[in-house]
T-cell receptor, first 112, second 110 residues
Framework: NAGVTQTPKFQVLKTGQSMTLQCAQD?????MYWYRQDPGMGLRLIYY???????DKGEVPNGYNVSRLNKREFSLRLESAAPSQTSVYFC???????????FGPGTRLTVT | KNEVEQSPQNLTAQEGEFITINCSYS?????LHWLQQHPGGGIVSLFM???GKKKHGRLIATINIQEKHSSLHITASHPRDSAVYIC????????????FGKGTLLTVNP
């Protein structure tokens, strides 16, 4: 099993450009999450999907959209990137809220 | 405000030492997680607990619900334990949302 995979690993964008971060899991998990990690701060939840077909806002959703494409895939879209979105983005999944989360390797995004 | 505080922020130890990392939180919780973030950035879940104590190899996690406090202990520390250790809690409201601490950077020297 590959676990949770994320693409790309690194990305540099100019302000105003758009892009989609891809996440897939092969553990048949119901729930998936997108986090961002910034220096000096704890991980913060951007959006989550409790189950296929549902998505909900987390702590810092502004500037992002998500799509739960199917049970395996959960994508994060930046429509118009801003320097404040420079961060490391992690996708995670679990069987449900009462279970531990499995994390992907992260995507390092720089917006200039 | 739901907050989680970790201490110490940085910890340097010699190989073989017993390590304790602390986590305090401000609200009633349904579960607390301990995670390890390797120097390369990957995050691994170590424990999820809602009461008592759990042990896995040289790692032990304890939680005191009344005192709103959890500890992560590492016995016989090794340089490969060098990482950032993060605690996070899940609380009422949405059970899907975790609140994360800022992490404790542990360096174990040979």
């Amino acid at each position: 099993n590959a676990g949770v995979t994320q693409t790309p690993k690194f990305q540099v964008l100019k302000t105003g450009q758009s892009m989609t971060l891809q996440c897939a899991q092969d553990m048949n998990h119901n729930s998936m999450y997108w986090y961002r990690q910034d220096p000096g701060m704890g991980l913060r939840l951007i959006y989550y999907s409790a189950s296929e077909g549902t998505t909900d806002k987390g702590e810092v959703p502004n500037g992002y959209n998500v799509s739960r494409l199917n049970k395996r895939e959960f994508s994060l879209r930046l429509e118009s990137a801003a320097p404040s979105q420079t961060s490391v983005y992690f996708c995670a999944s679990n069987q449900g809220s009462s279970y531990e989360q499995y994390f992907g390797p992260g995507t390092r995004l720089t917006v200039t | 405000k739901n907050e989680v505080e970790q201490s110490p922020q940085n910890l340097t130890a010699q190989e073989g030492e017993f390590i304790t990392i602390n986590c305090s939180y401000s609200v009633g919780i349904s579960a607390l997680h301990w995670l390890q973030q390797h120097p390369g950035g990957g995050i691994v879940s170590l424990f999820m607990l809602s009461s008592g104590k759990k042990k896995h190899g040289r790692l032990i996690a304890t939680i005191n619900i009344q005192e709103k406090h959890s500890s992560l202990h590492i016995t016989a520390s090794h340089p490969r334990d060098s990482a950032v250790y993060i605690c996070a809690f899940r609380w009422g409201g949405s059970n899907y949302k975790l609140t994360f601490g800022k992490g404790t950077l542990l360096t174990v020297n040979p």
